[in-house]
């Protein structure tokens, strides 16, 4: 699929790895459907920086968590609005995400419900409500981030690896719904930027060790990514490609 012309929604698009994927796409004329929650300055630059690329760009607020177990109705009411203002989306990259310790024994359903609410529920219903609309228009194509650690859980971050390992299976089972028309990949990166809080240079060379690279990747290595799969080929579904320098492998 080439992007020139081409509508594209970018869940939590206006800053760290999201922003990358806006830009990387816009530079290839992609005009982007800036999805944010509380980045409201971020969205409102990455808008200008877009449309300063010659190609369009809209800003679109929602927050996926503060529904209390109401998040469908509003995605449906989210993806409406966004139908009023374009008339069409080619590609969906669900990027949004929430993060952060839940040590096992003190887990709150709080904490489970809201890391579920925005990593999984979420990107599953927004393919849902989107993909059967590119089904009917005969093209589309879904890019989920998900996380190595989808594959591989840490005990501290269970809720969080599991809402990761569903995205996962979401992908795969996404792939068989929406075919033939709607190519549905994911992407499962590794070490890229730490988490706001994971500051402190001893956990980022803890982080960095566990991959075979020694290192961290950057938000263009995922950013790339995401292009690949959109740009480069149309015969990938179902698939999940490690971003991840190699850390499943030790
Ligand atoms: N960073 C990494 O090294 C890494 C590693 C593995 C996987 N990943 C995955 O890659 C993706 C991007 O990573 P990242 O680190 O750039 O993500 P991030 O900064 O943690 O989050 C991306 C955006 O998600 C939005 N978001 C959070 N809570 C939300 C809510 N309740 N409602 C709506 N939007 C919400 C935020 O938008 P606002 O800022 O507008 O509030 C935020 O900017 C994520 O899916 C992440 O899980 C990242």
Redesign the pocket.
Known sequence: MKLTGKIVLI??A?????REIALTLARRGAQIIIH????YKE?ASLEREIRQLGTNAWMMA????AQKGRIVPAIERFVKRIYQRVPRIDVLVN?????YPTPFGKIREKDWDELMD?NLKTPFFLAQAIGSKMFKQKSGKIVN?A?WTGLRPSPDYLPYCISKAGLIAATYGLAKSLAPYVQVAGIA?????P?QGMGKRQTKQAAARRTLLQRFGSSSDIAQTVRYFIEDTDFVTGALLPVEGGALWI
């Open positions: 869940t939590g206006a800053r760290r790895i999201g944010y929650n509380r980045s969205a929602e927050d996926f968590s990027n949004a995400a929430i993060y925005v981030l996380d990166p590794g070490p890229i930027l988490a």
